[in-house]
């Protein structure tokens, strides 16, 4: 074969890897049992060579394991020493900081063998409901309090599982049955994973990956310098304050583009927070370089040439460089932050390039229902308590995103998170909660040239004998998403009883029998002037109800004739698309 | 009283481009592809069929049944061309249709736009009710209300409405009130219910296919009128039954009832097409591999009969990305479908690897080598570089193609930044849309727990037989077929396809609290009213019921179809359903997980006619080698080079003579390949019978 011919080749089996990868996710959501993982797709698969680096990652996923997952088996390779590799092996952690940032994450990594010889691994991440300790929230103090931990060992030695592992996991936590399922689950789909890549070597007669990684790698690292270097030399500083647990926090971050790297340092950011909101450096890297490549080398799939350019560094013991034994639990809620505080920096580098700031960490929350405590009077009361169960309910849920340089944020999705929402039928059949409500919010999108997404309203109550502990994990309350260039900020989050006694955005807090928690996610904000929009788009705005009359004679300075006209037009069945 | 001879029966299938029309007349089998008219679909019919006629010297009155299928349904959804439409839907979820799964299917592109919901936020309205998760009424509909909403609807003008309510799907009484009171007052607005049209759980899915089906119905509705006003006009008065997604029939009033129901009866005629074939070669695991113009579509058919879905996506707007395009829940025919065709174009992107697909050149201009003012190099470009096609005879001759165009285009969008001759280029380009659909392949394959290497292929489409040895080769296929009138695949299926209809119904139950009465019952109230569609279009014969539970272990979220016979349907026990689904969860994923609940979530029944058996063919023996004067070369992917091929016409190709790799056998509608690794033998149905060589 000439080198042209050959290189067609290796074109192909770099294609046949990230499929190989693909296939290897889809079959950790069709067999896995936490609702994270098969309805959120709160998860991550990936392939690398016997050296540790990364050659595909499945695009299956959300971006928080980009760089974990890339930074994951190296640790594994180092902790269990070369020699201890054999065939049969699985291994397992969830340690926040070699791991994917909290110990709601169990990674599992498997050698690939071929002919004897070690070719390669295969790892896959997932983020599993429960894992002991004070369950999943951010009200712990230190990372002893939030659950089992199981440090890099082996699941499996030669074929043969470790029954004591196993035993220690179900005696730890609260539902083992779904945990035991969810651990076969990911060693399942690296397994599958495995025989497709064998089958791809005896295909193309291979007898290691060295050649077609180098190829991966070179193609890559150069697609991403050239990228960069393309880049005007130049640095900026960013920042964003959000509400954090027990007093607002600062995030900073100083960017700078170089020849052949991107340097991202979040030297100024606030310290610890004592509750489990607190975030490992690894996933600080993943979300920062997240942002970086959506901007800059979007279409460059991640692998460990492509990623190594963007630099992340923050000072130890910063919110987002949290180190051992800091509560980590809820580490999504600020990482989901740090792309808009990066945007910060970037919109004054490249300008017209990134969105407003948007709703950032998703609207999430768990409902843990029981039997009601206070005292019942009638038949009927008393039947529907004794009726009533226990039982723990996760919602996924998203605010809007911010406006970008040319068209209007999105309305109720997920943004930097790659997850989705659950049916609120599959919902209401997990336990017994009624979801009263979820539907735009109007008015939330914050006004511009291009209208911020807008967030979305909720309303959560139990079934008829319950009472209930909600579970907030929310941001925004005091620090709506702040618009660019000239475009209004979007609407906060709110979170209160439907009797009007006030919650708190972040922490668990009873809700007595009878009562509804009634929310508002945060919307996007805009971009650029109001002044400056299109007046068929305010118009569709007004028609559709993403604004009010109100707002739209406040922000777009439309008359009440211009108001009726429209309103009257939609009631005759006139169409604004 | 319908007319006709009951042993004539034509096949329509109308398409993007092209309207293909099949006759039988019991012995003999006509075709003929027209173009497409879009502003009245039935011209093409009517044209199509008066050819056909005159081909097999018959009267258009002696047809006796039409069975047509149509892309009409799924061109209004994606072309946005349906009725003014409503919703109406329980106050709280007004906007469950936009906000999807409120995630965003390609996560690194920041301009991202997500798809518009068809009905817009002002034409979906909401109503006071709430029906809870175990079918009770937690707040009743007011009366008043809804009357109300139906002067709404009468000054807003709609002609057509759809009711989506929460839970609808365990109790359908709010949903059945809102359509009487509308056809109190407004008898002309078509009402379509959510509970009818699409009983199962998750809103978005069951929302999103009642308002597809509502804002379809009045133009297929139309449509459907018209089309049996002209065929009465040319003296055709027998039954009309319309091919639906599911791969079976249904008749012509059903249709107009639920046309979303009709969304990709093309492709599902192509996968009863080939296991028609199937059955006549006693294949139980045959790979059906349609490739046209635009699209590859790829599906698994097992003992002989299509693998089918409850959900599926139309009009992908992104790239045919998963998550892109509207999801409608309906029975379907399992086939994935990617942007890999004919018409397919190549880039080169910034890792400087090679694209293709999904934009396609389409008719207009075409590929570069039609000469037409295409410049991007599509992959019958590249086919026609490697010599796999013959410039001077394709389609018949009709259009002729220029291999310099070809090799320009090439050469300046993949050559140029590659540093590659054309040539190579054009074996790259063809080397990544083969691996593209083999990937496809086998990730459809892994979904459903199944070894490819022991399939075979059944290819057809135009485009297809250019390919399919080359996917055989790299996915360890060893057999392949490539049927004759492979060009109008969709239409004869239509032909082959019974008599069908699925009903099913979302109903929770854990195998801890299993009801064998409750099951018994569920079953049978299912298979009645699936069998009373069926006996609506056949009136004798026999209707089969195929049962099965969607299974899965309590906490997780996929379920698995499990088929039951109606013994274990109808006298149900609990151990029974345990083992099933514990042995087709073993042949998927390896193994069982002990310990764990199983629940099951849907139930459905298929009522269905026979399908027609087909008398299995004698195998030819081997009698000689067949003969050719004509050779060209040809590149051979897994060689790596040019090779000297053996050119034969298909129209001359004996049953029983072998043609040894690499050869090519050309015939009007399309060119086989076969390479090297393969040799092809002609069997008596005149099957093209490709296999690795001995």
Known sequence: MSSKTSNVAKQVMWNRLISVVEEQAQALVRTAFSTSVREAGDLSAGVYDTQGRMLAQAVTGTPGHVNAMADAVPHFIRRLGVDNIFEGDVYITNDPWEGTGHLHDITVVTPSFHDAELVGFFACTAHIVDIGGRGFGADANSVYEEGLYIPIMKLTERGRIDTTLINIIRGNVREPDQLIGDVYALSTCNEIGHRRLIDMMQEFNLDSLQEIAEFILDNSRRATLERINALPAKTANGEMRIDGFSRPIDLKVHLTFEKDRILCDFAGTSGLDKKGINVPLVYTKAYACYALKCAIAPEIPNNAASLAPFEITAPVNSIVNAVHPAPVALRHVIGHMIPDTVYDALDKMLPNTVPAEGAGCLCNFQVSLRPRTDDVETDEDKAARDAAVRSEVLTFNSGGSGARPSQDGMNATAFPSGVMTMPIEATEHVGPVIIWRKELRPDSGGAGQYRGGLGQYMEVGAVEGHEFDFQAMFDRVDHPARGRQGGADGAPTEIRQDDMTPMKGKGKQFVPHGRRVVLSFPGGAGYGAASDRDPELVRRDLAHGYISAQACMRDYGFSQAEVDKVLNAVKRGENYS | MATGNPHVRLGVDIGGTFTDVVLETGSEQFSTKVLTTYGAPEDAIIDGLKQVCAKASIEPSEIGQIIHGTTLATNALIERRGARTALITTEGFRDVIEMRTESRFEQYDLDLTLPEPLLARHQRFTVTERISARGEVLIELDPKEVESLVGRIKEAGYESVAVGLIHSYLNNKHENLIRDAINAKLPDVMVSLSSEVSPQMREYERFNTVVANAYIKPLMKSYL????????????????????????????????????????????????????????????????????????????????????????????????????????????????????????????????????????????????????????????????????????????????????????????????????????????????VDENMANAARVHAVENGEDLAEYTMIAFGGAAPLHASRLCEKLGVERLLVPPGAGVGSAIGFLRAPFSFEANRSHYMKLSDFDADVVSQLLSELSDEATAFVRSCDADAPIASEFKAYMRYSGQGWEIPVSLTSEQALNPDVQTYQALFEADYAALFGRVVDGMDIEITVWAVNATTPSQVEEPIALADVNGVAQSDVRRRVFDAAVGENVDAAVVLRDEFETGKLLKGPAIVTEDETTIIVPQSREAMRQSDGCIDITVQG
């Open chain 2, 225 to 432: 009128g018209r089309l049996q006003g002209e065929l009465k006009k040319q003296q055709v008065d027998c039954p009309i039954f319309l091919m639906h997604s599911g791969g079976g029939i249904i008749s012509l009033e059903s249709a107009a009832e639920f046309p979303v129901r009709l969304v990709e009866s093309g492709p599902a005629g192509g996968a009863v097409f080939a296991a028609n074939i199937a059955s006549r070669y006693g294949l139980d695991k045959v790979l059906s591999f349609d490739m046209g113009g635009t699209t590859a579509k790829i599906c698994l058919i097992k003992n002989q009969t299509p693998k089918t879905s409850r959900v599926f996506e139309v009009a992908r707007t992104y790239r045919f990305k998963k998550g892109s395009g509207m999801p409608i829940s309906i029975p379907v025919i399992d086939m994935v479908e990617i942007g890999a065709g004919g018409g397919s174009l190549a880039s080169v992107d910034a890792m400087r690897q090679i694209r293709v697909g999904p934009h396609s050149a389409g008719s207009e201009p075409g590929p570069a080598c039609y000469g037409r003012g295409g410049d991007k190099p599509a992959v019958t470009d590249a086919d026609l570089v490697l010599g796999k096609l013959d410039p001077d005879n394709f389609a018949g001759g009709s259009i002729s193609l220029h291999a310099d165009e070809s090799a320009k285009a090439l050469e300046a969008v993949l050559g140029e930044p590659l540093g590659m001759d054309a040539q190579t280029a054009a074996y790259g380009l063809v080397e990544v």
